[in-house]
């Protein structure tokens, strides 16, 4: 499990990156692209969420679509915040809303919107929900995240 700032780590698709998005994924960064196939990203430097901030993981549905959700531990809480405050600031800068990049394994399994005209000083939460793909894939995603596939 990791998150990064889409914008300012992930950059533009590379050819061989050790990050891959496509689908089942809706969407991919930069600019939240429907994928056509697997795209590959090589992030600059380390994630400002690692597997360290998440408490534990589990499945949830939001009008009939399954959901993923992530429990943050203080720490990780903490760094959201810090980690949507700077997307913000990078999104106001640039006059448009910046995208976090949530990344289980290989993986960008969802890109989170931080509106800078909403969220100016970040994003406060102790837990994160993104759609999947369909239930199979929320718990797939979860069981990852809880480790219990071997794969983080």
Same mark, same amino acid.
């Given at each position: 499990?990791?998150?990064?700032?889409?914008?300012?780590?992930?950059?533009?698709?590379?050819?061989? #990156?050790? *990050?891959?998005?496509?689908?089942?994924?809706? *969407?991919?960064?930069?600019?939240?692209?429907?994928?056509?196939?697997?795209?590959?990203?090589?992030?600059?430097?380390?994630?400002?969420?690692? @597997?360290?901030?998440? =408490?534990? !993981?589990?499945? !949830? &549905?939001? @009008?009939?679509?399954?959901?993923?959700?992530?429990?943050?531990?203080?720490? #990780?809480?903490?760094?959201?915040?810090?980690?949507?405050? +700077?997307?913000?600031?990078?999104?106001? &800068?640039?006059?448009?809303?910046?995208? !976090? !990049?949530?990344?289980?394994?290989?993986?960008?399994?969802?890109?989170?919107?931080?509106?800078?005209?909403?969220?100016? @000083?970040?994003? @406060?939460?102790?837990? *994160?929900?993104?759609?999947?793909?369909?239930?199979?894939?929320?718990? =797939?995603?979860?069981? +990852?995240?809880?480790?219990?596939?071997?794969?983080?």
């Amino acid at each position: 499990f990791a998150v990064y700032d889409s914008e300012g780590q992930l950059g533009d698709r590379v050819e061989d #990156g050790s *990050l891959r998005c496509g689908p089942p994924r809706a *969407l991919c960064p930069p600019a939240l692209i429907e994928p056509t196939g697997t795209y590959s990203y090589e992030p600059e430097g380390e994630p400002a969420l690692d @597997e360290t901030a998440v =408490a534990g !993981a589990g499945v !949830a &549905e939001s @009008e009939g679509d399954p959901i993923v959700t992530v429990d943050l531990t203080t720490a #990780g809480s903490i760094a959201f915040k810090e980690l949507t405050q +700077r997307i913000a600031a990078a999104g106001s &800068e640039a006059g448009r809303t910046h995208h !976090a !990049a949530i990344v289980v394994g290989d993986e960008i399994v969802a890109l989170a919107s931080v509106d800078p005209a909403q969220y100016p @000083e970040g994003i @406060e939460t102790s837990q *994160l929900q993104f759609f999947a793909a369909g239930q199979a894939d929320a718990e =797939a995603i979860a069981a +990852r995240i809880n480790g219990e596939d071997g794969e983080e």
